[in-house]
């Protein structure tokens, strides 16, 4: 970290930041609510990389389908981004215009095929326990 950046962490730990304390179960909510955005986040995105994005774009799309968890905190969205890169889920590149785009890897499009399964599955089992209900009334 550049020595600049060090003085001013140091800063504004000793003055800004003196008299904040988070107790444990403060913590320990925070990092629950941090995991509970990327848990619901984690199949919409990949399904939005079917096709080449900027995160400029999946923001855009996140928003328009009324995503509440990303407004004022859309650095989430490149947070996500780069755990997905990492599990090897997406892969990002830089293109000539400047702009880093991401898509899916084969592994992130085989997760979607198995994630989509599974949804099909538990709304068929679902219809059928209701249509096993309907029958015993």
């Known amino acids: 970290m550049d020595e600049r950046l060090k003085r001013l962490k140091k800063a504004m730990k000793n003055n ?8 444990e179960a403060q913590r320990e909510k925070i990092n629950e609510s941090i995991e ?8 919409l995105i990949l399904t939005l990389l079917t ?4 995160g400029s774009d999946l923001t855009l799309l996140l928003h328009a389908r009324g995503i509440k968890s990303i407004v004022n905190n859309e650095g989430i ?7 997905q890169e990492h599990l090897g889920y997406v892969k990002s590149y830089w293109e000539e215009d400047g702009e880093k785009y991401y898509e899916l890897t084969n592994k992130g499009l085989n997760l979607i095929q198995k994630e989509r399964l599974q949804l099909k599955n538990r709304y068929s089992l679902k219809d059928l326990f209701q249509e096993l209900n309907i029958n015993e009334n």
């Open 16 to 23: 800004t930041f003196q008299h904040v304390q988070f107790k």
């Open 36 to 43: 509970h955005i990327h848990t619901d986040l984690t199949p």
């Open 51 to 54: 096709q080449r994005k900027t």
């Open 77 to 83: 969205i490149y947070t996500h981004l780069h755990t």
